[in-house]
């Protein structure tokens, strides 16, 4: 995949490949909900590019990595474990890509309940890493 | 402002300034509220792009121009209004922006109720005109 990633930029290629993007994307995403459902919430956080937006349903924005931390702390005290499905990613420009998606989660406590919804991210490469720059998701009910 | 666009084409520039790009989408999103406001959705359904994505809150997934027309002919039996604030624009890439803000809407019926929120909306030039290639929002609480 770097290979790949590499190989694309020395051809001189604006973007790299659709299918490279979504693969990357897809690994980003398993990076996220497991270490959501470690409770490393460190490792969410470190996710996101500094100057990230986050526009929870239910919630106000939150603007920046270290208030986009404080809340998914919060949340993840609730919140059992996150599943997320990459529906579709677009490329926009050489260095960012819009994913869409759906995702479901399990609520903590005596009665748990499954929720599901879809989301939007726009992911920005910054120091050649791909980084949550806009993060937002909202229920089908 | 179109003049100012082709100018900065003319010149090379990858990217229209930001600013621009900031005044082109409020007014686009006050054409968008008042389109609304008439009821004349064919207006409001022309500005997304053919293969737009529309993710409501509490609604599942549109997409494409025809769908997203269904879905706010239906929508506009239970809304007054519109009013949209832009709060952040970001160019990616020298076709794309991403606009984040806040809205707040009446619905319709004896009880009126006021309803304040975010979005995420995805600018994208299709022949020199901006479209909303993926539009979400959701409620503060």
Same mark, same amino acid.
């Given at each position: 995949?770097?290979?790949?990633?590499?190989?694309? @930029? #020395?051809? %001189?290629?604006? *973007?790299?490949?659709?299918?490279?993007? !979504?693969?990357?994307?897809?690994?980003? $995403?398993?990076?996220?909900?497991?270490?959501?459902?470690?409770?490393?919430?460190?490792?969410?956080?470190?996710?996101?590019?500094?100057?990230?937006?986050?526009?929870?349903?239910?919630?106000? @924005? #939150?603007? %920046?990595?270290? *208030?986009?931390?404080?809340?998914?702390? !919060?949340?993840?005290?609730?919140?059992? $474990?996150?599943?997320?499905?990459?529906?579709?990613?677009?490329?926009?420009?050489?260095?960012?890509?819009?994913?869409?998606?759906?995702?479901?989660?399990?609520?903590?406590?005596?009665?748990?309940?499954?929720?599901?919804?879809?989301?939007?991210?726009?992911?920005?490469?910054?120091?050649?890493?791909?980084?949550?720059?806009?993060?937002?998701?909202?229920?089908?009910?």
């Amino acid at each position: 995949m770097k290979a790949a990633l590499v190989f694309g @930029m #020395v051809m %001189g290629l604006a *973007a790299p490949a659709l299918a490279q993007d !979504k693969t990357a994307i897809e690994k980003l $995403n398993e990076r996220f909900s497991a270490a959501f459902v470690k409770g490393d919430i460190a490792t969410v956080a470190e996710m996101y590019a500094e100057d990230a937006f986050l526009l929870p349903a239910g919630s106000p @924005m #939150v603007r %920046g990595r270290s *208030a986009i931390k404080s809340f998914w702390e !919060k949340a993840s005290e609730d919140i059992d $474990n996150i599943k997320l499905t990459t529906v579709d990613v677009k490329p926009l420009g050489a260095d960012a890509a819009r994913e869409i998606g759906t995702f479901s989660l399990h609520t903590k406590g005596s009665q748990p309940q499954e929720m599901t919804g879809k989301y939007v991210v726009i992911w920005q490469k910054a120091g050649g890493e791909w980084k949550l720059a806009t993060d937002t998701w909202n229920s089908d009910k």
